[in-house]
């Protein structure tokens, strides 16, 4: 199935999907629950919770939802 032709939430879901792929010291994710549905955003959620994927890793999460956030992140960074 061509990129092209994904939904935005399968198109998010295999951008996250790619991003933990291999094994990057550093992840920046930008507004990872983006167009995701609530078992999408809940799915995330669970993955970078997860200790395995933590491990040996700095997680860098920007986005606007910050309820959503605290569920995953040890510290908060605002720029307001």
Avoid: W
Wanted: zero cysteines.
């Amino acid at each position: 199935m061509p990129f092209q032709s994904l939904s935005l939430g399968m198109k998010q879901r295999l951008g996250i999907a790619r991003a933990l792929m291999g094994n990057k010291q550093v992840l920046l994710l930008d507004e990872p629950q983006n167009v995701l549905d609530p078992l999408g955003i809940r799915a995330v959620r669970n993955l970078l919770n997860d200790p395995e994927i933590r491990r040996n890793k700095i997680i860098l999460l920007a986005s606007h939802n910050l309820n959503e956030i605290s569920r995953i992140v040890d510290k908060i960074v605002s720029s307001i």
